[in-house]
């Protein structure tokens, strides 16, 4: 049985996907706009553990990931550096894959873009005023949370505190700000804007997830993750707004996680305690033991990041390279024993059973390093046999397609796709098309190439592994 949060509910409840068999994500992705910081990472990291388990455990799973290309931060971001919404974003999308392979963290099914979602967006805004859910202003338009009874419901909010018919145009604002919110932004003089029926502007933050995920997953469907900052205003918004749309439920069991903290402190830039991945690995981190450490904790637990949390974390995952690296280079005498055969059973069993109770990672740690703890004693001993390394060699490494921590195979020649892909975009930047030229990259980096620019010409590699021409 498998057992989650569901904050909607506020209970811990059987997860029965609507598809026997088939399960439809849907997180929150980055708003590219800056370098992201080590808590982003803490949510993508707990969703791809959710994800990976949930595979694991025999069921397919069709993810989709949003891309936050044009809202508040965005905008103001390229004004300030005087580039196009386009130039400004695409450095940080880039980014954002990049770090999402040295994690480790599984790709998604799809990355859909605000920006290339336009007329979704705009048909789901005229779908809200048509059915009298949303209203224009001077403009722009919003939407009337007095029309939808169940507004608050996911955050706790208590109705008496809504605010109909005062409106917040903020993208992002305060638990205390419960007014009518923008669904579409009358275009402003040096801002990005699309001419659409709705007249020129761009979308609200809150309504891009509403239409990307009712494209991708449809009207109702199994998960939706993300931090706990999201579940007010964010959320709650595409709660109110999908299902007044649509009249059916919108998602069936949300699950949110907790914030990171650093040495006991809100990561700040003004208290020196903020990192991005790249500052930790100019400092000669591993990201996958960052990775380590980002799981470790229960997602529904304040993780707090310090020097000996990570020390720990390192030491952990170091424990588990050893153990791989016994098993692949001693020689073991002939045979297999039942006693690993039945202690192989059990760990499995502990570990899918542990994560099957909400994703409890300590139970299923302590599973796996009591098994790793009991065959070293029989490595030591000279009791281990070969089938019994193989065994546990088979194990570990079925267990890791949840954790994801261990050291990657080298990467074998790319597929004829990706080769051409390749091309396509050495041309491109040949004819000085770079538009062109980074989106192709970018396509790369979503299917796990890193390509490197050098005088020999470009070369390519699967993140974590070492360059090929």
Same mark, same amino acid.
């Given at each position: ?12 409840? !059987? ?61 103001? %971001? ?7 919404? %386009? ?32 007329? !979704? ?20 338009? #919003? ?7 169940? #507004? ?19 993208? !992002? #604002? ?70 007044? #749309? ?57 993780? &707090? ?54 994703? &409890? ?109």
């Amino acid at each position: 049985m498998i057992r989650f949060h569901n904050t909607l509910s506020g209970h811990t409840e !059987e997860f029965r996907p609507l598809t026997p068999g088939r399960v439809k994500l849907y997180t929150c992705g980055p708003t590219v706009y800056d370098f992201p910081h080590i808590g982003n990472y803490r949510a993508y990291v707990f969703e791809d553990l959710l994800k990976r388990f949930l595979m694991m455990s025999g069921l397919r799973v069709l993810h989709v990931m949003n891309i936050t290309d044009v809202d508040d931060k965005t905008i103001r %971001g390229a004004k300030a550096r005087g580039l196009s919404l %386009g130039e400004y974003t695409q450095e940080y999308t880039l980014s954002f894959f990049e770090d999402v392979r040295a994690l480790n963290i599984l790709p998604a099914d799809h990355y859909p873009r605000a920006t290339d979602h336009i007329p !979704e967006i705009v048909r789901l805004v005229r779908g809200l005023l048509d059915k009298g859910f949303a209203y224009e202003k001077d403009g722009s338009v #919003y939407f009337s949370i007095a029309k939808f009874p169940a #507004y608050g419901h996911l955050s706790k909010i208590d109705q008496a505190g809504l605010s109909p018919g005062q409106r917040v145009e903020a993208d !992002e #604002y305060e638990k205390e700000s419960i007014h009518d919110f923008a669904l579409w932004k009358k275009a402003k003089e040096g801002e990005p804007s699309w001419d659409t029926e709705l007249g020129a502007g761009r979308p609200g933050w809150h309504i891009e997830c509403s239409a990307m995920s009712l494209k991708y997953l449809g009207s109702t469907f199994d998960l939706h993750c993300g931090g706990v900052d999201n579940i007010f205003p964010h959320h709650e918004n595409e709660i109110a707004q999908s299902e007044s #749309y649509t009249g059916a439920s919108f998602v069936r069991c949300w699950l949110h996680c907790h914030h990171l903290i650093v040495d006991g402190q809100k990561m700040s830039k003004s208290k020196g305690n903020f990192f991005t991945l790249r500052d930790l690995q100019s400092q000669g981190l591993d990201p996958l033991d960052l990775r380590f450490l980002l799981l470790s904790t229960h997602y529904r637990k304040t993780l &707090n990041y310090t020097a000996e949390s990570l020390a720990q974390a390192k030491a952990a995952r170091q424990r588990l390279r050893d153990f791989l690296y016994e098993l692949d280079h001693r020689r073991f005498p002939q045979g297999e024993t039942e006693e690993v055969v039945a202690l192989a059973r059990e760990t499995r069993a502990k570990f899918l059973e542990g994560l099957g109770e909400d994703l &409890n990672i300590s139970a299923a740690l302590t599973a796996l390093f009591e098994f790793v703890r009991k065959v070293n004693v029989r490595v030591a001993s000279g009791a281990l046999t070969s089938g019994d390394a193989h065994l546990a060699r088979s194990l570990l490494l079925e267990l890791d397609s949840g954790l994801g921590v261990l050291p990657r195979p080298a990467e074998e020649g790319l597929p004829d796709g990706l080769k051409q892909k390749i091309e396509e975009r050495e041309k491109a930047r040949r004819e000085k098309n770079f538009a062109l030229a980074d989106k192709l990259r970018a396509e790369l980096l979503e299917a796990g190439i890193l390509l490197e620019d050098s005088k020999e010409g470009v070369r390519w590699k699967v993140q974590g592994g070492a360059p090929r021409k």
